[in-house]
């Protein structure tokens, strides 16, 4: 079976701070990585996924993550960030198989302040 | 593009009652899913339905039922509501998910339904 931890149950930052938010995943099987966020009272909208090839991956907003598979860590990182960064981000994994199930971790609060 | 439509947003129930939680979706996707997003506890799989005509559980099915009316359409029906299925649900769907094109596997969530049990 899968899991996806998130450590930081919450990161405070200053507005132009960079930050960086963990995901670590446990899988017998290779996997798809994913970030997804979670603006206040919205559904989910995808960040960026890892699928294969280089271990760097750009998201939108200015968001990046890299995959390490050694480490099996797929943290995301974004150099300065803004108020409107404020949200809730979550790490999802997939299996490479016909598997359908997407498994999310507990998610993390991005609170920026001025 | 109205993407994926929850109704309703928010509902208070009795316990013992029983409602139904609308989605559809008009992305001509094949996959449709159901979640529960509890504090601290991420969003959770109830149930799945890989294509038209099939539904699946997910990680917490009991107490819920779902039914896929036609390819834009999936409820999901509690029939004896539980102080414990206060959550907010979120419905997703997504294009096919063939093992090789794990990019159809991108989840489009509909913003959610607060549900409270008392």
């Known amino acids: 079976a899968q899991s996806v931890t998130q450590l930081d149950s919450q990161v405070p930052v200053f507005e132009e701070a960079p930050v960086e938010l963990r995901c670590n995943y446990s899988?017998?099987?290779?996997?798809?990585l994913f970030w997804y966020v979670q603006y206040p009272n919205q559904g989910l909208q995808l960040l960026l996924k890892y699928l294969s090839g280089s271990t760097l991956v750009k998201g939108i907003n200015g968001f990046e993550a890299e995959f390490n598979k050694s480490q099996t860590s797929f943290h995301l990182r974004k150099p300065s960030v803004h108020i409107s960064d404020t949200a809730e981000y979550f790490c999802?994994?997939?299996?490479?198989?016909?598997?359908?199930?997407?498994?999310f971790g507990s998610g993390t609060r991005l609170l920026v302040r001025p | 593009n109205a993407g994926v439509t929850q109704t309703p947003k928010f509902q208070v129930l009795k316990t013992g009652q029983s409602m139904t939680l609308q989605c559809a979706q008009d992305?001509?996707?094949?996959?449709m899913y159901w979640y529960r997003q509890d504090p601290g506890m991420g969003l959770r799989l109830i149930y799945y339905s890989a294509s038209e005509g099939t539904t699946d559980k997910g990680e917490v099915p009991n107490g819920y039922n779902v039914s896929r009316l036609n390819k834009r359409e999936f409820s999901l029906r509690l029939e004896s509501a539980a102080p414990s299925q206060t959550s907010v649900y979120f419905c997703?769907?997504?294009?096919?998910?063939?093992?090789?094109?794990?990019?159809?596997?991108?989840?489009?969530f509909g913003a959610g339904s607060r549900l409270t049990v008392l």
């Open positions: 992305m001509n996707h094949n996959s």
């Open positions: 899988s017998s099987v290779s996997v798809y």
């Open positions: 999802a994994v997939k299996r490479r198989d016909s598997s359908y199930k997407l498994i």
């Open positions: 997703a769907s997504s294009e096919r998910g063939r093992r090789e094109v794990a990019g159809a596997n991108v989840l489009t």
